[in-house]
């Protein structure tokens, strides 16, 4: 009888390519973008960092970026920030250049950063997928940013592993500052508070438990709430009930697969908790308006 296959995942790296060790709180890195894309023929496979926020920021050459939402093209100057846990993917032009800043999420909330609160808040997990702006309008900002970004990569070239020293931290406070206002302009988050930070919560609980069948009592219990508080947390602030969030969540991560893997329909229905394959079909076409396999054919990654 022939071996069964595994169902594939998408990979998880700390830095690409390196593995998923555990993240050190205060794990700091930057490098140029063909340090790590040269080596990889500049394509960078679709992958996820759990436990880091990445910025991008691609000053010359172009590039084109995969994630939930799609194929997007990628031209100087453009940034990106990429959430923790967010699947992504680049390709690269053999002249692209610019800078990859890796953030360990633990490091955004770190008390010396307490006065940009609203600035870890945008680049939270469940701020959603990669952001994308083009800087090409605001040039002061673009060479600011540019310039931050090099002199941070100056200051860390040589450096152990351990505690950042106060100067560092202070000029990544300026980096993240400057993204995120080039990112949101003057819609900066404010500070979540009562039903936001409640929702915000129970998104990240769903991202950890959504292959597990919880129920919305469920939920609620784990949040110290109960479910009519949590329905209308919900629908005040997502327009939706929390039902609707973690059934949300299943469609988003078999996207994901079917996007990024060649794991059969069948794998990637058992690997979501559903015992039956139709019933998969029938709940992807039904929430996405497409078959599973319509889906993977316009959008599966092609190395």
């Not at 595994?6 to 993240?23: M, V």
């Not at 999420?105 to 600035?119: K, S, V, Y």
């Not at 973690?246 to 329909?265: F, K, N």
Request: with cysteine; aromatic share 8%.
């Amino acid at each position: 009888m022939p071996m069964r296959k595994s169902p594939q995942d998408i990979r998880r790296y700390a830095l690409y390519g390196e593995g998923n060790q555990p993240i050190a709180p205060e794990f700091l890195h930057i490098e140029t973008i063909s340090a790590r894309s040269s080596q990889h023929e500049w394509t960078i496979s679709p992958h996820a960092h759990p436990g880091i926020f990445q910025l991008l920021l691609l000053e010359a050459g172009h590039g084109e970026m995969v994630d939930d939402s799609g194929s997007r093209l990628l031209q100087p100057v453009s940034l990106v920030a990429v959430p923790s846990g967010a699947v992504h993917a680049f390709r690269f032009a053999e002249e692209a250049q610019g800078w990859v800043l890796s953030v360990a999420d633990a490091l955004l909330h770190d008390a010396r950063l307490a006065g940009f609160a609203t600035i870890a808040e945008l680049f939270a997990p469940a701020a959603g997928g990669a952001m994308l702006c083009r800087l090409d309008g605001m040039a002061a900002a673009s060479r600011r940013l540019g310039w931050l970004l090099a002199d941070l990569a100056q200051a860390m070239a040589g450096g152990e592993a351990g505690a950042l020293p106060a100067p560092m931290v202070a000029e990544l406070a300026m980096v993240l500052t400057l993204a995120g206002e080039s990112l949101s302009g003057e819609n900066q988050p404010k500070a979540r508070a009562g039903r936001d930070a409640l929702v915000a919560r129970f998104r990240r609980l769903v991202d950890a438990h959504f292959r597990e069948g919880w129920s919305v009592t469920t939920y609620a219990a784990a949040l110290a709430t109960t479910p009519p508080t949590l329905t209308r947390a919900c629908r005040q602030v997502l327009g939706k009930a929390p039902g609707d969030v973690v059934q949300d969540r299943l469609l988003l991560e078999a996207m994901r697969l079917l996007t990024y893997t060649t794991s059969s329909v069948g794998q990637i229905a058992q690997s979501l908790g559903f015992a039956d394959p139709a019933y998969f079909a029938r709940f992807f076409k039904a929430r996405s308006g497409s078959t599973a396999s319509d889906f993977r054919q316009q959008r599966a990654w092609l190395a």
